[in-house]
Each structure stands twice: as C-alpha cells, then as structure tokens.
C-alpha cells in the first residue's frame, strides 16, 4: 500500500482543503522557527566551545550513540522501548514528512520512495507506528503502575512531572493511531472499489483499522480519513511546537548535542577556550558565575536533557543524599534558560546562579567521579559544568572554610596538610624498605620516577601504600627514584576543585623537576596522579599505575605470587574512579588479582565502568556535604552483598574511606580493605621475606594460618 | 567610611613544627612558613563587608620589613584598596606598645573613621589595639562579634560576654575595635588575586617620614622583654580505653561528667 495511492472518492477533500493545510504548515513551520530562535537567544550570548573540529570522529559519535543508541541498553528495559521508539521515529520521519506534503500537493511521493521500495517502506512503516503505539501504552502503564524510582522527584528538588510525562506519551500514540487511520480509511476504500489489494501488513495497526472499517460507507471512509489526516497535522505541529518547552526537546537537539559533545573527555575543559595558559591571567573573570557564563554546548545540554535520571540513580552524591543530583542539576539550568530567556518578553540575564538556582554546597558535593557522564545516552557532560561554576566560587572567595586551610598549605607548602617539605620523603626512612630508595632531588640518573604524590608521602596509613610500591618497584627490578621535597602534589585536585592558578604553579613545578631529574617513565600508585599525568600535564615522560607495571611483571615473568595462605577470605576488586573510570584501567588489576594462588575472587553488582564512588579524593577529604549516610558506607555494603570479605582497591582514598566506612557501618572483623599494592607485595615471591605487615586486618575468620 | 585594618605576618601554626633554637630563646626561624596572622583575615573581613554597605575605602598597614608586603597584598587580593608598610630598622625588637606608637603617628596624619584589628597576634599578646585605643585617646571596645554602622558619627558594636551572653555598646567615631574570630567567614583568596596585585606599589613610611623619634621604639624602648621560650613537656594523661564499644561509650560518658565537661 503505497502513500501516494489516493481514492479520489475518499480524499477530495485533500484538494478543496489546500488552503486550511497549507495554513497550518505555514503556521506550525513558522511557530517552530520562531520558538528554535528564541531558544538560540542564550546560546548566542553563551561562552565560546570550540567544537567544530574532527568531524570524522564527531559522525563515528553519532553513529555509534545517536544512530546506535550504544548507551541505551545500560537500563534493559528503558533502552530497549527507546531504541524501538528511535527506530519507529527514524523510519516514520519519511513518511510524516510525505503526508505532511500531500496536504500541499496531493500526489506528492517522496523521491526513492515509490514501486517497490515504496512498498517495502511502507510495510516497515505500518510495522514501526504499531510498535510505536505499543510501546507508548506500555511506557504509559509503567510510569502509571511501576513508576521506576529513578523518575521520581525527591520532595528537594520539587515536583514530579509525571502527568507532563503521560500527556507527551499519548500524545505520540494519538499521532500513531491518527497515521494509521488515515492509512487504513484510504485502504479501506480502495477495497470497496477494487482498485488495491490493501494491506500485507498483518497485524499491523493500519490492518486492524482497515478490518474495522471494511464495511464502512464511503461517506464515512472520507469522513474518518479526513478526521485521521487533520489530526495527525494538528497533533504533529502541537508536539513539535510543544517539545522545545520540556523533556522532548532532546529528539530535535539530541543529533546536535552528540555531534558536538566533547570528544577528549577527560581533559578538562580551559578557563576559557582559546585563552592559552600564558595568557590567562588576562582573563578578569574566571568560571562560571551567571548563566551566559557557561558555553554554548553546556547550554546544549541542559536543552537535551530528557530527563531519564540515569545520571542521578549512578550519582554517590545523590544516592547519599547530598545536595547534588547531576538530573535536577541540569533541569534546574534548563528551568533557568526558560524562565529567563521568554518566548515573547525580552531577554533578562545577569543573575548570579549560585544562590538563586545552585547552592554552593551542592556545587562543592560533587565528587567528580564520572558515573553522571558515562550514564548518559545524550553525552551531556557534568563534571566540566561543577569544575566550572567551582572555578567562579573560587575567583569571588567563596570556598568553604575547610577547604581553605588545605588549599593555602598546598600554595606554601606544596600539600594539603602544611607539612614540611623536607619530611616529605620520611615514609622512607625505616627497617621496612630493604634498600634505600633513590633520592632524585638529590642524585639525578634513575630511568623511573615513582611520583607518590602528597597523602601518600604524609599520612601514616596511607604511606605504607608508598612502601609497599617501592619494594614491588624494587622485586621488579625497576631503576627508580623519588623527587623527595622537590615534589609538589600533583594538582590533579586543586584544578577540580576550580583552584586552577594554584594547579598551574604546581604543575610548572614538577613538571621542571621531572624534566630535570631527567626520567623517561613515571609510576604512581595514586589513579588521581595518573589521570593528572595523562590528561592535566603535557611535556612529562609516559606515565603507569603500579596495577600497570604489576601485570607487566607478571606477564614477562619478573614478578611471581606465592600463594594465599587464607582460606575463607573473599575478594572483591573496587574500581577507583580516575582509574577505572577516567582511564579505562580496568583489566590490570583484575589480572594481576587473578594471578594471585588460591585467592577466591567476586564481582560487586556495581563494578568497571559502573563503579560506584568510595565518596571522593583529594580535597573532598577536607569537606564534609551534608549527607544521610556516607556514600563509603554504601559501597562497603555491596561487597558484602557480593559475598566478599576484603575489598582490594588501587587508590589511597578509595582505602581510606573505605576503611572509614568499615567503621562506620559496624562491619570492623568482618571487612577489610586493602591496597593492590599492599596485596601484592605481601604475595610476591621473594627469597628475603622483609615485608611489612600492613596496618590492615584480614578479618580474623579469614586469617587462618596468616 | 575609610577603615584602617592593621594586620601582621606571623609564623603559620598549622603549616610548620614548632621546635626551640639552640640557645633555647626563640623557636627555629629557618624552614618556617610564614603566613597572615589569622584573627585578622576577620577584621578585614569584616572592613570589607562594612564597606560593601555603607561605601568607602579599606586600607591595611603593618609594621615591618621588605618580607611583611606578602601579606599586604594577600590582604589587598581579598579586597583591601591600599596597602601600607611603616618599616625602619629602628623599628626592630620593638614590643607591643612600640608598635602601637608607631601605628599612631602613622594614623594621626591621616583620617580613617574605624580602625580595626585582629582579635591578637598568633605570636603577641592582644595588646596593640588597646594601647593604640590609648595613645589616640580613641575610644576602643574589644572582642567584637558584629558591628552595626548607625551614621558616620556612631556605632553599635556586639560582644559576647563569657557565658555566652551578649553585650552592645554605642561608640563614637573615630574609634578602634579588636575583632573576634568567627564574627564573619573570610573569603578565600586565591593565586589570581595574588598575581592581580602584585605590581600594585606598596608604600613605605620610616620614623623620620612619620617623625617618630628613634628613641622611643624599637628594642632599646622596649618595656616588656621576653626571658624564655619553651616548648611544654608533653603530659602522659592521655589514656587508651580497650573496651568493647558500648563499654568504651558509657566510659567515656563518665569521664566526661566526672571531669566537668557536661553538667
């Protein structure tokens, strides 16, 4: 049945109603130019974002997350009803568009689209507005009946929008049903008149139409198939006009916002884009304060938002109950762009966002793990967006008071908790290290730096980590050394906490001392170092987490394990965010945990790229948000539940706060944490046996025989 | 209103180990880290909030060498317009009334309605602001929590009284205030506001610019003279509770009470 076979006995009206149709294009194409280009108001007025660049890789995005849905299938129920949705969409495009112009030009048949490729098309099409009707109701009678908590609206963030929702869904099913009728009253007719065969489609809605309506007079064949076409033209230009004004939005910009997401995500985006280091203290101010302060992409995002609250169900701020929800986060922006960009009244900007709309300590609450971003099937970024508006708290003074301290002894002393620099390699000095370890800052000539970074050179649990590494460093047979109090922290923090001069200072720093230490490989044992030395530095030398050179040992036979000798322990592997995450470093550590003897490995429902947050590093150990329960406490809670008894992780925080929720939760003999490194140090074959013990206890009903 | 915050450089507490000299009269100076005395990032805090409503200038003076600019102008990056540095190497060794004197031939050849200061030095003895009060025959209130500008003649200041009662007083102006700690938030400052003013100059003023007569500060004038300095011997009174955790809460409930920390 092809789309363009008109029954003059049914469809004359098609002729006599050219001006009605064509007044309704004219006015529904014109009220949408006009609602896209006051939406383009603020955009214009928005930051630049350079993001025209490599479209080879920007059509490979599209394909793979808009055209493939790639995201989608992360939620199996969600996505598969979407990408049966997109898919409807994508093939019924043509054909709305093709009815759409018979309303103009009543033999109007879109080119290729005729003989039999028409006829295939039309068939898929009958086939694409069932499935697409069906899976309205079904999305209907899930928000109604199941209502999936990830939609809902904590009563903080204000109301649900459920019956906005419905009204959108039904919407869309009345233009399926208002195609199908149109379709099935023409078919209908050419059955009475011999002039089709009607419909292959079996079972397809326009099929079922035209069975009911089979014996229909003719009169009231061209009744309802005038009915069908007038409401799909109304319920096509009312759902065009509308969807700018809420969560449909993204079918339009959702094209737009993939192809011009970010495509080096984990570089954090500059102060201001095209403004080079050196130049930047020409820039008056710094961040994002007002909302014509952020870029014209972010703003981008904030209007593609469909508001599926993927990011806020991974989120370890929301899920505690901090202020910060990534969903409400960018409603919240989008409500902004509305209210103060108006169809009709004049523009009104200028307001300061923190304080009316955010809060700064839903801004401070982030802990910049990432889950938001690698949830969201649009590629709306967030981390950049808090780094952002952090950035403007930081240049009006605005940090919160526990912040500051840690911040100003990082300026004069090159970390967080104002210790001396000399006694930065203290962790050193002892019986635990069997051989000294090279002091750069003194002896230049190592090929490897092991850069240890500020808590773990200073904070006493944490530093056994640092020996641990240098013993690994030393089984292995790297040639390594340290930059001692030549070493500033890495910055890697300062600069997501939006204190990005503080970061420059010290990257210059050890980015001179790394050159003039004259290395030609780094390790770290901290995943916020590396990401640093990947993504924040440039000039420095490659750059490897100990997890990276372990299976590097172990694969070429440098490194072996003896045995565990505990039966009844249980691991579990805790992907930390900026090495997981951030990295892709997911493998190594699992392998190098597998090439361990004996040790009796599990999963944790949340792990790899869905990891979930141990509540944050680097400075978000000096500030506490206002929470409900720790998001450590969450975690230690889902390697129990996965059955495990120690947690094994590859981060100094991530350890620490776990240790911290250990505590917390009650489970102190039942779970235990350790490092990777501590791990494999205790378990590498070694012909001296001077390994430390860690502070850490193996529960004790799993220490048999330890 | 134009405020005259005076403020100092003192060695950072939090930022450095504290360890006696060999002579045992001073504490060991190299490897120190030196930063804004901290009660008086407050009192310019405070300034600039009081300006922020009522309009007008805020400056900040202190009384040392080429070294103290470092915090005139972490000073000047919070908000301060100018900075000013009265140094003079007969200014060395002077004790808390030497400096309050030179502070008042400074203030006395110049108009400022309010002048403001740190609760105390982290390294003195809260004693220049009073003596400064003193030597200007300014009227001075102490400890001040908040402060309620009336007109450009009065104000209304608050104190807490031990307790946790509060008392407020009317002052007239000019007049010297010590600010308290916790009266307001200061504002963070960052590298780039450091970067911002650093090229701003700075002026100086020595005794003979402020026609202050050699004699009478600096060590030789000194009143007050230190004798000792020492670090107290830690105490062993801490004591490890190894009980179960129920056990270790209701002890140290009972410790608590029995020690007067809860009544």
Redesign the interface.
Known sequence: MQGHSLVPEITFWLDHGRILFLTIHALGVAAFAYIVWRRLVPLVRAERDFRFDHPLSRLRNLAQFWLGQWKHPRYKTAGILHILIFSGFILLAMRAFTVLLVGVSHDFAMPGLTGRVGEIYETSTDYAATVVFLCMVFAIVRRLVFNPERYQVPARFGKAHKGDAIFLLSLIAVLMVADSLFEAAKSAAMLQTHAGAGFQSTFSLPWLFQIALQSRSMDDLGRLCFSGYLLHELAFYFLLCYRPFGIQFHVETSLFNIYFAKLDREVLKPVKYGVSDEQI?QVKS?GVKTFEDFTWKHMLDFYTCADCGRCSANCPSHTAGRPLSPRFFTTKGRDYAFQHYPMFRKAGNGRALIGSIYSEDEIWSCTTCGACEEECPLLIEYIDKIVDLRRGL??????P?S???P???L???GNPF???E?KRADWANGKDLPHPVQRLDRSPGSKTLYFVDSVTSFDDRMQSIARATARILQAAGEDFGILGSAERDSGHDVRRYG????F??LRDHNASAIRASGVKHIVTSDPHTYNAFRHDYTGVPPVEHISQVLARGLRSGALTFRPVESGTAVYTYHDPCYLGRHNGVYDEPRFVLDAIPGLRRVEMKRSRDRSFCCGGGGLMLFYEPREDERIGVKRVRMASEAGANVIVTACPFCMTNLEDAIKVAGLEGKMAVIDLAELADQQIARNDRSVESTSNEIPQECAVGR | MDILVCVRRVP?T????IELNSTGNDIERD?L?Y?INEPDNYAVEEALQIVARVGGTVSVVTVGGEDDEEVLRREMA?GASHGILLTDVAFAGSDGRGIALILKTFIQKNRYALILTGVQAEDGGAQVGGMLAALLDYPFASLVTAIEVLDDKKLNVTREIEGGNREISQLDLPCVLSIQTGIN?????????I??VQSLPIPTYSAADLGLKVEEVGAAAAKLKRVDYFVPVLDKTAQMLQGSREANAAEVMELIVAKGGLK
């Open positions: 203290d710094f930081v240049d009006d003074g605005n940090v008071q912040l500051q301290k911040l100003k002894a300026e004069s002393r104002g210790k001396m000399k204190e990005e001069m503080l420059l200072a | 950072d939090s930022e450095n180990d490897d880290v930063s919070m938030e200061p504002r963070y400052v960052g590298m780039k506001g970067r911002a």
